[in-house]
């Protein structure tokens, strides 16, 4: 069975509408706006015409649904796990880090 595989490259620098954000993720202003609500996402600009959202939010959305649709985890849930999983990406670069500048110190 051949499986056709669709992917978007973002760049970083952009930043995207709420349109485009919705219409990124497939969800609803309602759904961005209840991100924004829990402090999951952090748009810049005034209201919702004006916000802009950086490339990352994209990954933190697609985060938040994989996280509510199958392990059925709330909004405070989803944001609480989100914190953790960005602090264990963040341990495991410092961890990397360390390991090449000991394995320089060797030499």
């Not at 829990?38 to 939010?57: C, K, M, T, V």
């Not at 849930?77 to 264990?88: H, K, N, P, V, Y």
Request: proline share 3%.
């Amino acid at each position: 069975m051949k499986t056709d595989l669709q992917y978007t490259v973002f760049d970083e620098e952009n930043e995207y509408s709420l349109r485009e954000l919705c219409s990124m993720c497939r969800v609803h202003a309602q759904f961005i706006q209840d991100l924004i609500d829990e402090g999951i996402l952090s748009p810049l600009g005034a209201g919702p015409r004006e916000w802009r959202f950086a490339a990352i939010e994209i990954k933190r959305i697609q985060i938040s649904i994989r996280l509510q649709d199958d392990l059925r985890i709330n909004l405070p849930g989803t944001a609480l796990a989100l914190d953790l999983l960005e602090e264990i990406e963040e341990l495991r670069r410092s961890k990397r880090q360390l390991e090449r500048l000991h394995a320089l110190e060797k030499y």
